[in-house]
């Protein structure tokens, strides 16, 4: 049965039946804010006789439409139509022929390209990179995109691929122009243009790794890029399949919709994650790093047939992330986050939302976690040695192809010698999470037991000395959470994580503990230094001049977790510098404005509520949130406006903008 496609009363056949589009190359121009043009040429062959074929293109001008035969020695103009979602070629296509195709066109994305201040930016999965260059939506159709790029020479251009040209043009402009040499899916073309320096090392295997990043961020880029190479080569090996790519490039940018986007050679990532040394030990870029470097193999060399076997990309680079993890960590936080996964999914159980990893409508935490989970058990029942094979298999046999489930399992229980429908039936299909399994995974970890069995209602007399023995942090951490413990001057003697655990559950500072506790604000962690911050702030108040002074050039994270409290316990400590307040206000306020990324706008919103500072700048900055492109973001900023709106005098400046 030949499924449909119907687009404004035409009815086209599916795509990947009719046509296999094998190549397309794009010379692309940013010539206005918000406006790109392109001249592309798209060469495939027909697997049957069609009187169409189209390309998925959104909001898009086109001219200059023409074709041939591969083997043909002149182009001829070729009848077209625009629709809002497609560029449609009418004449009779015939079977086996190969054709290419030439046209240019003129767009102005409304989303999957956005322009961020003086940046340029792609995000192609879940948003169509047809929005801003004409290509096939459908996974399974895998194309060459070789693009080339126009753009100021003061900017880097990067793009998927090989860089194979820099060429010099007037007025100050550069053509850089990159080739992929091997298909992909098209939500995996990516496009960034910013202002950028380079890092560069090479992997064990040879492949030429780039870091980017802002200038401005040099003395970052070790903290930020952390465990980089020795991430890559021990995946490489582990993998047990060559890196399939040429070369791999990773980039920070501003207001990224999620943490990172694995595009074929070129991660994309939040500039959220770019830390120094102290934010490193509280948030950093270590997973989020793995897991989309795993993605090239799992989503991009091979990739999931539909929605139903998604798992086979999140899960495997969710487990493959975790074992990268587990070289740079060690074992025992290998199991910790397998523990915490569990935890997760427990929750979502418990809160009725669980569904099946097969199930197309699945939430990220059971196609990320449970599908790591279904692969760490599987490993288990078939051993190492058998799964790496089946691994290999799989990649090997289905390169640059689409698959499904089915795919992987065959190439386990070939290598395995295992019949494997329960745990197909237990992982895959059931519903319901597997606890007792888990559990007794989780147990063969001693450092899991440990933390399992440590409780100050079981053992009530080795409570008092869990902080100064030699049980691990996450037991001592444990332990610290539980109300009926009483923290002692001793237990600071420990080390950066339960120190910060100790900064956040002491909000009432006992005195004799004061000076002990004044020494949270030197631990390198931006999260203890906030918690501490604010607890002693609270606690004493006649040393409150003291303490401000004391972290006054702190900023934190690149939210500016510390600078913005500080900013507002400034502002409530009258006997501060007074006569700064005014100062400290419109720096506050100022953090709301759109020339800061979207963190530190949030963040400083929530702070200007608590102290019931919002005016005409910051109200305005808030409706202009409301339109942003992070739905996390436009999301917050929406329900804080309604909020605001509800207060008469915030309503009367709203009213006053014209919202």
Known sequence: MVCLAIVAGQTFAQQTEVVDFQRLKADLEFLNPGELSGAVSVRFVVLKD????????????????????????????????????????????????????????????????????????????????????????????????????????????????????KEVLPEGRLKWSYDMEAPMSSYLVALVIGGYKVKSEISNSGIPLEYYYYPDDTAKVEATYRYSKQMFDFLESEIGVDFPWKTYRQVPVKDFLYSGMENTTLTIFSDALVVDDIAFNDRNYVNVNAHELAHQWFGNLVTARSSTHHWLQEGFATYYALLAEREVFGEDYYYWRLHDYAQQLLAQENAGNSTSLLDPKSSSLTFYQKGAWALHVLREQVGSEAFRAAVRNYLEKHSFQNVETSDFISEVEKTSGQELSDFIKTWLEVVALPQDAMVKSLKASAFIREYMEVSCETYPDLCIHYLVSDISDQAKIKILSQEAYVVKSE?????????????????????DLKQRYEGLLQDASYLTKEAALYNLWVNFPQDRARYLQQTSSVVGFSDYNVKLLWLALHLNTPEYQADQKEAIFEALNSYTDPEFGFELRMNAFHYMKLINGFDERSLSNLIQATKHHNWRFKNFATQLLEELKSVEAYAQ???????
Do not use: C
């Open 491 to 511: 237990d600071f003697n420990n080390s950066l994580e339960v120190r910060q655990a100790i900064a956040q559950k002491m909000t009432t500072i006992p005195h």
């Open 653 to 659: 400046i709203v009213d006053k903008l014209n919202y």
């Open 50 to 165: 069609s009187d169409s074929v189209y390309l998925d293109a959104v909001g898009m001008a086109f001219n200059g439409v023409k074709f041939k035969n591969l083997d043909a020695a002149a182009y001829q103009d070729l009848k077209f139509k625009a629709y809002q979602d497609k560029l449609v070629f009418y004449r009779k296509f015939k079977r086996q022929e190969v054709y290419e195709v030439q046209f240019f066109y003129t767009a102005k994305p409304v989303q999957a390209l956005y322009w961020i201040g003086d940046q340029v930016w792609t995000q192609g999965q879940g948003k169509y990179t047809s929005n801003w260059l004409p290509s096939s939506n459908d996974v399974n159709d895998k194309i060459e995109f070789d693009l080339s790029v126009i753009h100021d020479e003061d900017y880097t251009v990067l793009a998927n691929g090989l860089l194979v040209g």
